[in-house]
C-alpha cells in the first residue's frame, strides 16, 4: 500500500518559516519524482514546487520563488519543503505528490493529473 505522509504544517507569523516533510512507503522512493501542491479554501489545487528523482532538476511557481526549497533525502524515503519568508497568502493545505514519470521540464512539473500517489495533505496558515 503507497502512503505518503506529510507533516510540518502549522500557525506562523508572516515573515516566519516552516519545514514541511513528506514521508513515502509503498514504492521505491529513488524511482519516483516528487511535488509539492496547495489548495487554500475556495481555490484550486496549484502547484508549488517539484524535484525528478535524482534532485537535479527542480521547478517552483513564480510567487515562491526565492522563499522555497524542494529537497529530498533518498535514504530517508523523505521529502522536503523548505518555506521563508511566509506570507498570508500561502495560507493553504500543503499536498505532496509522487509520480513515476520523469520530470524534465516545468510544463510537466506542475500538472497535477501527472501524479499518480498523493498525501493527506498538511495545513500551513500564516497570520499578518
Known amino acids: 500500500q503507497v502512503q505518503l505522509v506529510e507533516s510540518g504544517g502549522g500557525l506562523v507569523q508572516a515573515g516566519g518559516s516552516l519545514r514541511l516533510s513528506c514521508t513515502v512507503s509503498g514504492v521505491p522512493f529513488r524511482g519516483n519524482n516528487m511535488g509539492w501542491f496547495r489548495q487554500a479554501p475556495g481555490k484550486e489545487r496549484e502547484f508549488v514546487a517539484a524535484?525528478?528523482?535524482?534532485?537535479?532538476?527542480?521547478y517552483y511557481r513564480d510567487s515562491v520563488k526565492g522563499r522555497c526549497t524542494i529537497s529530498r533525502d533518498n535514504a530517508k524515503n523523505t521529502g522536503y519543503l523548505q518555506m521563508n519568508s511566509l506570507k498570508p497568502e500561502d495560507t493553504a493545505v500543503y499536498y505532496c505528490?509522487?509520480?513515476?514519470?520523469?520530470?524534465?521540464?516545468?510544463?510537466?512539473?506542475?500538472?497535477?493529473?501527472?501524479?499518480?500517489?498523493w498525501g493527506q495533505g498538511t495545513q500551513v496558515t500564516v497570520s499578518s
Open positions: 505528490a509522487a509520480r513515476r514519470t520523469y520530470i524534465t521540464t516545468m510544463e510537466t512539473a506542475r500538472v497535477k493529473e501527472g501524479y499518480d500517489y
Open positions: 524535484i525528478d528523482w535524482s534532485g537535479t532538476r527542480v
